[in-house]
Nanobody, 123 residues
Framework: QVQLVESGGGLVQPGGSLRLSCAAS????????MNWYRQAPGKQRELVAS????????YYTDSVKGRFTISRDNTKNTMYLQMNSLKPEDTAVYYC????????????????WGQGTQVTVSS
C-alpha cells in the first residue's frame, strides 16, 4: 500500500508564511503527478497546485498565483507547498494527492490521498 502524510500546517497571521510537506511511503515504483488540494468549511475541495514527475509546474489556481510555490524532491518522495503572503481566505484543510505506480508491471497507477493538514490564517 501507499501512504501520504502531510505536515507543516498551523495558525499564522495574515501576511505570514507556511511550508507544507507531503511524504509518500510504502510500495512505490514511481510517482507521477502530485497535487495539493484544499477544502474550506462549507466549500468544495479545490485543486490548488500541480506538479509533474519531472518537476515542471503545470498548474496554480488563480487565487494563489505569485504567492504559493509547489516543488518536489523525488529522492525523498516528498512534495512541498511554500505559502507566502497568506490571507484569511487561504484557511482550509490542505490535502496532498499523488498518482503512484506500485510495481514495474503491470504499469498501472492509482491516486492516493493524505489525511490533510489544517491551515488557519487569522490575526
Amino acid at each position: 500500500q501507499v501512504q501520504l502524510v502531510e505536515s507543516g500546517g498551523g495558525l499564522v497571521q495574515p501576511g505570514g508564511s507556511l511550508r507544507l510537506s507531503c511524504a509518500a511511503s510504502g510500495t512505490i515504483f514511481s510517482i507521477y503527478d502530485m497535487n495539493w488540494y484544499r477544502q474550506a468549511p462549507g466549500k468544495q475541495r479545490e485543486l490548488v497546485a500541480s506538479i509533474t514527475a519531472a518537476g515542471s509546474t503545470n498548474y496554480y489556481t488563480d487565487s494563489v498565483k505569485g504567492r504559493f510555490t509547489i516543488s518536489r524532491d523525488n529522492t525523498k518522495n516528498t512534495m512541498y507547498l511554500q505559502m507566502n503572503s497568506l490571507k484569511p481566505e487561504d484557511t482550509a484543510v490542505y490535502y496532498c494527492n499523488a498518482a503512484v505506480r506500485m510495481t514495474p508491471y503491470p504499469p498501472t497507477r492509482a491516486y492516493y490521498w493524505g489525511q490533510g493538514t489544517q491551515v488557519t490564517v487569522s490575526s
